[in-house]
């Protein structure tokens, strides 16, 4: 989604609704854009299941842990 000279490009995993969003110029390779959002996904993934791991909960839940969110 470009946003003046920048672009917003956003990653949503399937499984758990979690979705992250990074931004980078609009001259940047298609990509490497999608490469950073996929990375940045998998990071959250990992961080909250690790941290439902810590707080002794199997299911961080929808969002990827507590939060005001709404899954639709």
Same mark, same amino acid.
């Given at each position: 989604?470009?946003?003046?000279?920048?672009?917003?490009?956003?990653?949503? %995993? #399937?499984?758990?609704?979690?979705?992250?969003?990074?931004?980078?110029?609009?001259?940047? +390779?298609?990509?490497?854009?999608? =490469?950073?959002?996929? =990375?940045?996904? =998998?990071?959250?993934?990992?961080?909250?299941?690790?941290?439902? +791991? +810590?707080?002794?909960? %199997? %299911?961080?839940?929808? +969002?990827?842990?507590?939060?005001?969110?709404?899954? #639709?």
């Amino acid at each position: 989604m470009p946003i003046g000279g920048s672009v917003k490009v956003t990653a949503v %995993d #399937v499984t758990t609704g979690l979705e992250v969003s990074v931004v980078g110029p609009s001259t940047a +390779a298609q990509s490497e854009l999608e =490469r950073v959002a996929v =990375r940045k996904l =998998r990071y959250m993934l990992e961080k909250s299941k690790n941290e439902g +791991a +810590a707080s002794g909960k %199997d %299911d961080p839940g929808p +969002a990827g842990g507590p939060g005001g969110g709404i899954v #639709v």
